[in-house]
């Protein structure tokens, strides 16, 4: 069992930055695959960003340039660095984490809203 907490979240305006952070239980974080997802109201939740457990990583089209992912195993943490914010950025962002043992489609936290307006 995996537990996620989010944080970081908040109001931003359009090009502005936040930094999200998704803290883990457990000390077999660095065996697993950690992503960012978002779902903005009336939309499906999509993939942001993922970085596997060799630091290997991928980015959605719209948030390339713009977001970085990273993790610090040694904090059970992984960060989402979110630069040059659009409107449409605006959603509850989730931190996932999975692998091959974990239940199908992995363990989510409970997400956290990112308000980008002027």
């Known amino acids: 069992q995996v537990q996620l907490v989010e944080s970081g979240g908040g109001l931003v305006q359009p090009g502005g930055s936040l930094r999200l952070s998704c803290a883990a239980s457990?000390?077999?974080?660095?065996?697993?695959?950690m992503g960012w997802f978002r779902q903005a109201p009336g939309k499906q939740r999509e993939l942001v960003t993922s970085i596997t457990t060799s630091g290997s990583r991928n980015y959605a089209d719209s948030v390339k340039g713009r977001f970085t992912i990273s993790r610090d195993n040694a904090k059970n943490t992984v960060y989402l660095q979110m630069n040059s914010l659009k409107p449409e950025d605006t959603a509850v962002y989730y931190c996932?984490?999975?692998?091959?043992?974990?239940?199908?489609?992995?363990?989510w936290g409970q997400g956290t809203q990112v308000t980008v307006s002027s």
């Open positions: 996932n984490a999975d692998s091959p043992i974990a239940p199908m489609g992995g363990y």
């Open positions: 457990g000390n077999i974080f660095k065996f697993y695959t």
